[in-house]
């Protein structure tokens, strides 16, 4: 069975640059998902990477992005 992390990895200039290309502000963006205004903000400006999958699930569909849009890439070896 498959269980989603305990935390996601998230691209904050990537959350700001899909929240700016929706219309979308900052404040309007955290109420809508259920996360503080100051905790959207610290996650954009990468004082805070890490997100657990409800308020990330919450911020995607917010959003209307694809998790992997949101997520710092990962490197092929």
Known sequence: MHRPPATYQVNGAAIR???KRRGLGIRET???AGISRS???RLETGIRSQMRPPAFAAL???????ESE???PHEET
């Open 30 to 32: 955290a109420e809508a």
């Open 39 to 41: 905790y959207l903000q």
């Open 60 to 66: 995607r569909q917010t959003l209307h992005a694809e």
């Open 70 to 72: 949101l997520l710092v």
């Open 17 to 19: 640059a899909t929240r």
